[in-house]
């Protein structure tokens, strides 16, 4: 066993009382309001969200759902919900898990269809990583709706650091929606996303943030984009009041503050790239080129 350094003793119970004393500050109004713990929450949701994809044998899902209950149900006790409310929430939540499973039936399609590169539906389900962000997404919003919005904003947050796309578990996405690729992908909080819609890596569907952001708190500051939209890599799109209208597209690396039409495709306008062909060398040498 080590020896204490020297010292240690003169500043460990100062330390102690400080660390312990309560203030009012920000990190003691987050211990008083309850926190998750981080792992337990990760584990519960990986379960999960095996669970719905996955299962399928009544047995398992007999012995697997009330397990999950009785673990949400933990979870939440260390937040400031009582028992009651806890035990409404996650009954409220196990009954929509039905509904959960239909809509990724649905975005596992819609990647199928979107995708050439997909082989199979089971690749797609195991592999893409889309499928496992949106799949805790949708998770997530349903707790952050039923009134758990620490422990969805967990969940969000595992499956950005696990796959790179940052999905608020508030926004609202309609059905068969597809991220191709993924990462970098950002959607705020009050963004509104409609049916069949396909975006690709890089896309930011954000806020006009204010140099007082807090202000903007409770309001919609995120864009909508409605049904059969497609949004490709590198696009931002910004601002509450901004609405991309039916059947657009919004091509690479644009940036959108403001509404379009339905129908309407916005492209970055660009020069054609010259080929020199006559530099070329049949042998493939090019050490004389004067680049």
């Known amino acids: 066993m080590p020896n204490r350094p020297d010292g240690l003793d003169d500043v460990l119970e100062p330390t102690i009382a400080e660390l312990a004393r309560a203030g009012d500050d920000a990190l003691s109004k987050a211990c008083s309001e309850g926190c998750p713990d981080w792992d337990e929450v990760v584990s519960w949701t990986e379960r999960t969200r095996r669970m719905v994809l996955r299962e ?12 999950l209950a009785e673990r949400l149900v933990a979870i939440l006790h260390s937040t400031p919900q009582t028992d009651a409310e806890a035990e409404h929430i996650v009954a409220r939540f196990v009954a929509c898990l039905p509904t959960v499973r239909a809509r990724l039936a649905q975005d596992v399609e819609a990647a199928s269809e979107g995708d050439p590169a997909a082989k199979s539906f089971a690749e797609i389900v195991v592999a893409y990583p889309s499928i496992q962000a949106v799949a805790v997404y949708r998770l997530a919003h349903e707790l952050f709706g039923l009134g758990a919005p620490v422990l969805a904003r967990i969940m969000a947050e595992y499956a950005h650091s696990r796959t790179g796309i940052d999905i608020h578990p508030g926004a609202s996405i309609g059905n068969r929606f597809f991220i191709d690729h993924g990462t970098g992908v950002v959607i705020g909080e009050t963004t509104l996303i409609g049916d069949r819609v396909q975006i690709y890596q890089g896309v930011t569907l954000g806020a006009l943030s204010p140099r007082r952001g807090a202000r903007m708190r409770g309001k919609k500051r995120h864009p909508t984009i409605e049904d059969d939209v497609t949004i490709y890599a590198g696009a931002t799109i910004l601002g509450g009041e901004t609405v991309i209208g039916r059947g657009s597209v919004v091509g690479g690396n644009v940036w959108l503050t403001k509404s379009i039409p339905p129908e309407t495709a916005v492209l ?8 020199d062909k006559s530099r070329a060398r049949k042998d493939g040498d090019r050490s004389d080129w004067d680049i």
């Open 56 to 67: 399928r044998q009544p047995a398992a899902l007999r012995a697997e759902i009330p397990a």
């Open 268 to 275: 970055i306008e660009t020069r054609q790239t010259e080929l």
